[in-house]
């Protein structure tokens, strides 16, 4: 399974790299800084990822910037996208599940629960039908 990491912040990518490191399931991981850079390598890249894990907030581009655009596109629109962050504000939960997301993770201070959680969710898109587009 491809996935695409959007995230600025290289502690949290590192992160994210050890979680998945720790699984059975080997993935392979593409990482974009922010919005822009994800766009690029979505509308440029020959492979298309089967799932995103968006960030929020990031500079340039953040992730409901981009989740706008994503959705305008005919090609990657339907791309499960799951938001992971740290953001407990409401508004920006309400806006991704408007605009259309498939989670919405809110990571937790335990690195433990952390990767608890990135291993529940690609568990749980494992078993699904994926877009493959
Ligand atoms: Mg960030």
Redesign the pocket.
């Known amino acids: 399974m491809n996935l695409l990491l959007i995230?600025?912040?290289d502690i949290e990518t590192m992160k994210f790299q050890r979680a998945l490191s720790k699984l059975e399931t080997k993935y392979s991981l593409t990482e974009a800084k922010n919005g822009e850079e994800a766009l690029e390598i979505l509308e440029t890249g020959a492979e298309l990822p089967d799932i995103i894990f968006l960030?929020l907030?990031?500079p340039r581009m953040n992730g409901i910037e981009f989740l706008g655009i994503l959705k305008q596109h005919e090609q990657i629109k339907y791309l499960p996208t799951i938001i992971l962050t740290t953001s407990q504000n409401r508004d920006d939960l309400l806006e991704c599940y408007r605009i259309g997301v498939s989670g919405y993770i809110i990571k937790p201070l335990k690195y433990e629960a952390y990767e608890e959680r990135i291993k529940t969710v690609l568990d749980y898109w494992n078993i699904n039908e994926l877009v493959k587009a």
Do not use: P, T, V
């Open positions: 995230e600025d912040d960030d907030n990031m």
